[in-house]
């Protein structure tokens, strides 16, 4: 005779009680969802949703999201509810509670009739979907849910709110939690002093979405409530005007760290050498097209190494960018210096020549440089968000800044160049070979632009005529800080980026940029040589 221990009889007791719970409640959300088909109306419809919603039974959720697509339909014969897909065969069914397939091989579209659902309906059914993923093991769907409610103020969730926050032990799931159940209780019959105490959880969110919650319930609340929301209002509303600011320095730091990049090699050349150079701009494009090239070739030879194609591309921009302005100088430059118009229309004209030719070798249409996974994203900083690619931006210009700055002010090279700043005719007594420091500074000033087009790149597309979208915000930032001063182009980068974007919600991108080139031609009239303007002899006089 088979024995039987008991801990295996104990055992086996569990398991067929467990099933046989499943089993029951499984029957029960299949004949809940088989009412859909005596529905008539959208009301029967939500009436059917909220029981589903109050078995908290996973295995509802495939129906609900059926009927919120409008693929759950009942057969007119015998009232028997399907998820059903339209295909190239035919209509194809499936349980809603197994998911299985069924037969459908007699099955015909006009045999079956489609449970009524509309946006509001749909709106329930998300949050009754949310209502169920709130005891989900994965975090990020209690989450999910979670903020379904906080934006749809359900106040049929609030049971279950309340349930999952007494087993919730992850911190930020809590809080997220609890921001959904003070605007399920702004939704709900709960007493005047639980609402209260929701409105002061929400003002202490402050974020937008709690700004426009509160809004919403202002309307529809009197009395002391309605005073407690306008207040809440208000204080939230100037939080978010702090926070408003505090993102446009952010987003004019971000702009003007791209006018430091782009300006700060026209600052040297312009300072040491007195050439308007209306192809620096091309450098900029060139260093852009470098890093293409870069990012191109160790994708095709060594894709595993493409994440560090930026690191790669930096010194040859350098190198490319530095190289086309050396031979720029040496074979053009140096024959006019003394006449700023014909230097001016020669770089022009070799600005043109540059264009074209990247056209030819890489066409006209833009091309697109993809951001290392280091770059990309964002995070947010109180109510302010700040992307991975600006903030490294922002940090590369400020490293450039103050490696330009080590080179002028404690090498040799740097010595010569502030010497020809200052007395170009003293300084070449001295022994100076003043050529060779106006080559090598014009070398230096276009490698420093090549590797401002690396940054570009990160943040806008390629294109021939990328250089032409910051040359003249260049000369501004230079002229506006002084000629041939680092710190005058630091501090004028970022004023006028800062500016800039203060302006641009009042007056337009366009305007804007018209009512700042006003400003700064007002403020040459008065300071001619900028804000910080050299001192020397040779340019006092």
Not at 117 to 135: F, Y
Not at 171 to 198: G, H, N, P, Y
Not at 535 to 541: H, L
Request: charged share 15%; net charge positive.
């Amino acid at each position: 005779m088979l024995r039987i221990s008991k801990p295996l009889i104990i055992l086996f007791a569990i398991v067929w009680s467990l099933a046989g719970s499943a089993f029951a409640q499984s029957a029960d959300v299949r004949s809940i969802i088989a009412e859909f088909a005596t529905t008539k109306s959208f009301k029967q419809v939500e009436a059917v949703v909220e029981k589903l919603g109050a078995t908290s039974d996973p295995v509802a959720a495939p129906a609900l999201r059926a009927l919120s697509d409008g693929k759950l339909k009942y057969r007119k014969s015998d009232g028997s509810v399907f998820i059903t897909v339209e295909g190239s065969a035919g209509l194809s069914l499936i349980d809603p509670v197994s998911g299985e397939k069924v037969d459908s091989s007699s099955a015909a579209s006009s045999d079956f009739k489609k449970v009524k659902v509309k946006n509001s309906l749909r709106r329930k059914i998300a949050a009754v979907l949310s209502g169920m993923t709130l005891q989900s093991k994965s975090a990020t769907r209690r989450l999910a849910g979670a903020k379904t409610i906080f934006e749809t103020s359900d106040a049929s969730a609030l049971e279950a709110l309340d349930a999952a926050l007494t087993n919730e032990e992850n911190a930020e799931v809590k809080e997220v939690f609890l921001d959904a159940r003070a605007s399920a209780i702004l939704a709900s019959d709960r007493t005047e002093r639980a609402k209260l105490d929701a409105v002061d959880r929400l003002a202490a969110r402050g974020d937008r979405a709690a700004l426009s919650l509160l809004s919403k319930f202002s309307a529809s609340t009197d009395g002391a409530l309605k005073e407690k929301i306008d207040g809440a209002m208000t204080s939230v509303a100037a939080g978010q005007a702090v926070w408003a600011n505090a993102q446009n320095i952010w987003y004019g730091v971000s702009l003007g760290s791209v006018l430091l990049l782009a300006a700060i090699g026209l600052a040297i050349t312009f300072g040491v050498m007195g050439v308007i150079n209306m192809a620096h701009g091309e450098m900029v494009m060139l260093g852009a097209y470098t890093t293409f090239v870069v990012q191109q070739f160790v994708a095709a030879f060594a894709p595993g190494l493409t994440t560090y194609a930026l690191l790669f591309a930096l010194p040859l921009a350098f190198l490319v960018s530095g190289a086309v302005g050396l031979v720029m100088e040496r074979g053009l430059i140096r024959h006019l210096y003394g006449r700023p118009l014909e230097t001016l229309l020669a770089t022009w004209g070799v600005s043109l020549i540059l264009q074209q030719t990247v056209r030819t070798i890489f066409g006209a249409t833009n091309r697109e440089v993809s951001n290392p996974s280091w770059m990309s994203g964002a995070f947010e900083v109180g109510q302010m968000s700040i992307t991975w690619n600006r903030l490294w931006i922002v940090l590369f210009a400020m490293a450039v800044f103050a490696t330009l700055y080590f080179i002028i002010n404690r090498t040799s090279l740097g010595l010569d160049m502030r010497a020809v700043t200052q007395n170009r005719r003293m300084a070449g007594a001295m022994g100076i070979r003043t050529s060779w420091v106006d080559a090598l500074t014009f070398g230096l000033g276009s490698g420093i632009a090549g590797i401002a087009g690396v940054a570009l790149s990160q943040i806008g597309n390629v294109s021939p005529n990328l250089g032409q979208s910051y040359i003249i915000d260049s000369f501004l930032v230079v002229v506006f800080g002084g000629v041939g001063n680092l710190w005058g182009t630091l501090v004028g980068a970022m004023s006028l980026g800062i500016l800039n974007k203060f302006m641009e919600p009042y007056a337009g991108a366009v305007l804007g940029k018209v009512i700042i080139l006003v400003l700064i031609i007002l403020f040459i009239q008065k300071r001619p040589r900028g804000l910080f303007a050299l001192k020397g002899r040779a340019v006092e006089t």
